[in-house]
Every structure is written in C-alpha cells, then in structure tokens.
C-alpha cells in the first residue's frame, strides 16, 4: 500500500480531544493543511496519510489514551508507506521529547505556541526521515492569524484571548498555554463579521478566561463593550462566552447580556466548590457568597437566563462537610447543566503534591450523590419549559437518536438541547425541508434531565443562508486575520508547491 497517487494530494485526519479551545485549535490545523494542498479524508478511507492528533492534558487518562491511540496506528503506518503521524496540543507541549521516545514512530511533536509550523514540520519530517520536535515557549504568532476550516456552517468560534493569568492549583492549562495575550477589539469584530458574511448566525467568544479580557491593553470593561459591540452586527443572531470567572465577573457584562439582543441568556459559570476552604486551597479567588451573588444579579436582570458550571468532586483536602456545602450551593444555584468531574492529579500541579489526597472510593461516593443532585435539579428546571415556545437553531450531531426517532435536534437560545419533531407536508418545517442552520419555533411537550422534547408540529421554519451553506455542502473557511500579535522573528519560509503530490 502506498501513500496518494501520483498527482493526487496527501490525504489528512484531525483527531481532536478536550475543551473547546483544542476543538478551534483543531480547525486552525485543518485550515493550515488545506492550504498547504492536503485534503481531508473520506469519512469510509480509514488509511490518511497525515493523523495529526490534538490533545488534551487536563484529565489523569489522556496520556494512557493518547499511546493506546498511537499503538493502534502502529501497524496501519506499517502497512502504509509515507504515512505520517504528528502530535500537538497540551499534552505534546508537556511531554514534548518523551512522546518520541515512547511511540518513536511519531513522525512530528509540536505544542500549543506553534501550530502555524505544522505543516513546514511534516516536509522537513519527510525530507530527513527523522522525527521533528519543536516546542515554543511562547507563541509565535496569535492563533487566529492562522487560516481556518470551519466545521460549522451556522456557528462559530472567536477567540478573543489565549492563556490564562490566574494559578489555580488543579489546573495545568496556565503552564502549557502560557500568560494571557489578548486581541485587539478590532480583530475580533473583523473575524465575527467574516463568519457572518459567511452565513454563520452565532459565534462563542472564546478564552480561557473571558472576564479578563482587556488586561493586556488596560481596560477591565472591555469584554462588555466587546459584547455590546457584537449587538450591532447585523447577520449576526447569537453571541454567546466561554469560560467566565467570578472572580473578574463585572455587573457591566451582566448589563451588556441583559441589553444586547443578540447576546443569549445563558452563562457558563465554573463553581469548581461550593467549599470556602477548598475553594482557597484550589486557590480560586473568590468565595460561594460572592458566587451566588452573581448568580442572583444575572436572574434579576435576565430571569429566563441558563446557568452551568463545572465542579470537581474530592480534591485533596476536601472532607463530608466540604462536599455538603458543595451541594448546598448547586441547590441554591440551581443550575440547567453541570460539568460535574472526579479530582484529577495532574503531575506539575501543586495539587499534585497536597497531603489528604483522597480515597477513590470516596471520590466515587460523592461524585454520584453530586450527580443525582445535579439531575434533580436540572430536571425540576427543564420541567418549568413543558408548554413553552423555543427557538431552535438546528444543529448536526446533537441527537444520537434521531435518526430512530424520526427527531431533528439543535440549541434553544439558552443553550438547553431540544429534540424536535419534523411537520408533516403542508406544515412549517415539513419532513425534509429543514436543514442545519435553519431557525425552527416549537413547542416543548417532555422534559429529561438533560434535554427537551418538542414532539408537536413546528410552530414556524425560517430558512437561513446557514441552511443553504449546509444543504450546499459548503463550509465557511476564514483566512488568517493578520492583526493581533506580531509574528517573533522572522517568518517561517514555506516550502514552494510542487507538481503531483502537495509536499507540505
């Protein structure tokens, strides 16, 4: 078996693990690739010539997954000649020359500062036959300078800012994506309106911690001016943020949400502990009354607004009255989602090293009885809708089981799932005629823990040039905005095309 025929590209696969950070990261790679004459390959071809995978390095296993990946491509690289295997993102970044080491079949290691060299690093791979590890400290130049291949028709990621300030004990994110650099309000509106203007309808800020935004130019308001700024982009349906921190949480943004009407009402709050005492052992700077004061001043302003949260469960330390407090604050927050996690010791993390390190048995006990709790109250919340119209930006993928249900599925502008039955002919939305990206308002008939069901016939269908994007099989790419932060140095040289095979 060989690599692609002669005068046809390389083939490439992005497998992509972790946040929604690694998944836009994930697209910058298959921007990068494409423009350097690589096409992605068919979903049935299990045999590309390029498997980039992007990792993630926040949970305990993603080291066992990543080498239990790579051993599985072992042999399928035997058997396929001149096929290439690179490794980027967290994990690449902290274990840089030891992925090498142990899976010496890897032919490129790069980290979260240099994903503009991916494709330079793969020709050199090829041309000396040996592997390629190349680890910046900082970055090169800001990620969105980069091209990007949109997996979305509909919406879309904007990262406002990388990296993260803060030093929380648990986290290894600030280590492996560095201080935060944030861009420019201007180049931030320029690449929202290119995804407009590409029928996208609902874009996500997108940082590590968006609250903070403005810090590197000295305007700790500028994320509620960046939100207002978004109102006032027509085309534009949908602005939702992630990730917020309490700590940085102004009443100006809560007013920009409130007052934006394009801006959902729907929040993505990290609690991590409803512990004071953990709270300050994870080094989280603020304290669950500021917390539920928060959350009270965004209800008050916008009383249909969706909150969720992360929370970790066992960190070391934490004892039964820890946990009770914990749960006391998810009952009082009453949230329509969690992100409910099992402490994860992560090597480089002064966590790591703590005295008390919990059981996993004891870990596991109270991580169920978070679950349960989270679910009866999620469910209480959801039941609140039944008879209620929503409005449903069809989405692909949301609904495992559509396909047996005879359901479509999307997002209500809260951010909650619907599972939406399709109008018979004659009716708005008939059976066929709505596609992904489409506007549908329906009624919800059944409420889960976790998800709504409208099993009425839509209420209304709007056809959107998000729908026609997708119907055409035609999705949005974004060229590299190049404003932000300059390129260190001189420009990486980029090998020249050649006739037949794209050697990049």
Known sequence: MTTAAAGSP??????????QMNVHDSERISGLLEQAGYVRVAESDDNPDVVVFNTCAVRENADNRLYGNLGHLRPVKDRHPGMQIAVGGCLAQKDRGDIVRKA?????????????????????????????VEILEALDVFPS??????????????????????TCTFCIVPALR?????????????????LVAEGVLEVTLLGQNVNSYGVEFGDRYAFGKLLRACGDIDGLERVRFTSPHPKDF????????????????????????????????????????RYLGIIDKVRAAMPDAAITTDIIVGFPGETEADFAQTLDVVRAARFSSAFTFQYSKRPGTPAATMPDQLPKQVVQERYERLVACVEEITWAENRKLVGETVEVLVAVGE????????????????????????????????????????????????????????????LAHRRTRAGDAAEAGRAPRTPGVSLGLPTVGPPAAQPAPTTGCAAH
């Open 250 to 289: 102004t009443d100006d943004v809560i007013a920009a949400m409130a007052e934006t009407p394009n801006v959902c009402h729907s929040l993505h709050m990290p609690l991590q502990s409803g512990s004071d005492d953990v709270l300050r052992a994870m080094r989280r700077s603020y304290r669950s009354e």
């Open 145 to 166: 300078t980069l091209p990007t291949r949109r997996e979305s028709t509909y919406a879309g990621w904007v990262s406002i800012s990388v990296g993260c300030n803060n």
């Open 104 to 132: 010496p079949w890897v032919d490129v290691v790069f980290g979260t500062h240099n994903i503009g060299s991916l494709p330079v690093l793969l020709e050199r791979a090829r041309h000396n036959t040996a592997a390629e």
């Open 399 to 458: 609904g495992r089981k559509d396909e047996r249900t005879g359901r479509l599925s999307g997002r209500a502008r809260d951010g909650r799932l619907v599972h939406f039955a399709a109008g018979a002919a004659g009716q708005p939305g008939a059976a066929g005629t709505i596609r992904p990206g489409d506007i549908v308002h329906t009624t919800v008939t059944y409420a889960a823990p976790h998800h709504l069901n409208a099993d009425g016939a839509p």
């Open 178 to 194: 560095g201080r935060e650099k944030d861009r420019r309000p201007g180049d931030v509106l320029a690449e929202v309106r290119a």
């Open 10 to 19: 390389r083939t490439y696969q992005v497998r992509t693990y972790g946040c």
